[in-house]
């Protein structure tokens, strides 16, 4: 009976030596798949930068920012039922691409990593071409400021939501940046300049929120990029893609010594599924002037069970344009304080809005609008 007792106590060690070398060969494989991402070559790494692979969001929530972005490594782009939009031709494992002599080639869907990324970029903020020199510059893109990969079929289509007004300069350094930091991570984007008429208090969450509406109606996007006009993004690993969960891609500005101020920050630079940015009912209408609305965002994330997910900030590093602040929002924190009951009538639901001019110009598509004062 001892035997008998020793060969099944063996056995059963060897099964367990078994499984754990399988998680341990599953846990390698992808966190070689997380590094490949990650490794620049020793020229392009920044003085005194870290090589922190490990980014952890607080201590209370379930899940960390880490499995986020191996699983959008692994699987990229969400799927089209989740997403509750139609499906695209582009979204096949394959396309034929007709060529002038007749003959076809068939694309394949682009890599889940580009091949092409440089790790840190460039910033440049002065001697900035001028519109007309830029389209001639950018003559690639299509009208609306649109560019897809013509070497493979996008994994994800991205609309590029900017809230402006006044500040021409931003805009064009903005544009002149991400024209040539987008294309090289092969995805399929728009840009849409969303400005308010006329002179009255700044609504950027409103602005937002027509952005949206206005890409949805030009195409089937399927997920939105907040982006402001003054932050340019300083490594093209911070992959403007379609998020697993919300993703709070601004996380270490110049302005702010590279670190992040607040752990429930969530404004910027931000990213949300078309599924997400309905789920929480997006932004608020109701946050006139500076501050308040991004907070309030992340509060109806938390309020949906959705969490804000972060790239390292090694990675999600951004330079921010000179710029005078503007007047606060002095009733930021009584909407602040009340958000958790409007938010099933005041957002995306409840949003109006009039259209003065949309004109899809070569490097982004302009949307001109009045925003009335809502009540709820």
Known sequence: MLENDSAEMGGNSRTYLTLKALIAIIFCLIGLQYLSLLQVNEKQRRPGESRALFYFERDDQKQNSLLDDISEFLKPSVSLSELDILPLKATTTTEKKFFGNGTSSELKVCPMIPPNLHGAVKVQTDNIPSMEEMEKTYSFLEDGGRFKPNQCIARHRVAIIVPFRDREEHLRTFLFHMHSFLPRQQVDYGIFIVEQDGAGAFNRAMLLNVGAAEAL????????????????????????????????????????????????????????????????????????????????????????????????????????????????????????????????????????????????????????????????
Request: hydrophobic share 35%; charged share 25%.
């Open 217 to 376: 109606k030009s195409y089937d996007f399927q997920c939105f990029i907040f982006h402001d006009v003054d932050l340019l993004p300083e490594d093209d690993r911070n992959l403007y893609t379609c998020p697993v969960q919300p993703r709070h891609m601004s996380v270490a500005i110049n302005n702010f010594l590279y670190r992040l101020p607040y752990d429930d920050i969530f404004g910027g630079v931000s990213a949300m599924t078309v599924d997400q940015f309905r789920q929480v009912n997006g932004f608020s209408n109701m946050f006139w002037g500076w501050g308040g609305e991004d907070d309030d965002m992340s509060n109806r994330l938390r309020q949906k069970k959705l969490y804000i997910s972060r790239y390292p900030a090694n990675i999600a590093r951004y330079r921010m344009l000179k710029h005078n602040k503007d007047k606060a929002n002095p009733d930021r924190f009584k909407y602040l304080y009340s958000g958790a009951k409007r938010i099933d009538k005041d957002g995306y639901n409840s949003l109006k809005y009039k259209p003065v001019k949309i004109v899809p110009k070569r490097l982004f598509t302009w949307i001109l609008v009045d925003l009335p004062h809502l009540t709820l």
